[in-house]
């Protein structure tokens, strides 16, 4: 409301408290024929306002959105020594001496682990030419890795050759048991 509303409205509110101070109560009116009938006109309109109407909205919000979340991102690799191998996928790589095979070189370091072959094995071992370079990568030897077969059978799958190259075999199968005077094993063992 505005200021010349709200005056506006306090001249009729006193205007109107005027005019209701000026009225005086009825008096009991006297018949003139004196019969002493007293008609008192009183209203007794006694109308209250029992309008108890309440409405108190009470509406809690109890809705306590505590996150208890706990991130305990923490990293177990962190307590694994390798000593001079390579933690990878869990496992501690070696590259064996050449002629080893898997289980002579994880003979040393805590046993051979069976999931070897689903790095360093074929892919349907669920081996691969990537894990393969990851491997040697992490063993120390950058460099580009080829893909190649055997035909004398022997599964040697990552593994590093006399003159230095780095091979990935997708045929045969890997072996741990296999082994050559010539080619040294990238070998998963147990932490």
Do not use: K
């Amino acid at each position: 409301m505005g200021n010349q509303s709200l005056r506006l409205l306090g001249i009729a509110l006193t205007a109107l408290l005027l005019v209701a101070c000026s009225n005086e109560s009825p008096v009991p009116f006297e018949e003139p024929d004196g019969s002493g009938d007293s008609d008192s006109d009183g209203d007794g309109d006694s109308d209250t306002d029992s309008d108890t109407d309440s409405d108190t909205d009470s509406d809690t919000d109890a809705d306590t959105d505590t996150d208890a979340d706990t991130d305990t991102d923490t990293d177990t690799d962190t307590d694994v020594d390798c000593g001079a191998g390579a933690l990878l996928w869990g496992m501690c790589w070696f590259l064996g001496a050449a002629g080893q095979d898997c289980f002579e070189v994880c003979n040393a370091h805590g046993g051979y682990s069976d999931t070897t072959s689903q790095y360093a094995g074929t892919e349907s071992q669920g081996g691969s030419l990537a894990e393969c370079e990851q491997i040697f990568v992490a063993l120390g030897y950058a460099g580009d890795v080829n893909e190649g077969y055997r035909d004398d059978g022997l599964g040697l799958g990552c593994h590093r050759w006399s003159d230095g190259a780095l091979w990935w075999l997708y045929d045969p199968d890997f072996d741990p048991d296999d082994s050559h005077e010539g080619g040294q094993i990238a070998c998963g063992c147990l932490p």
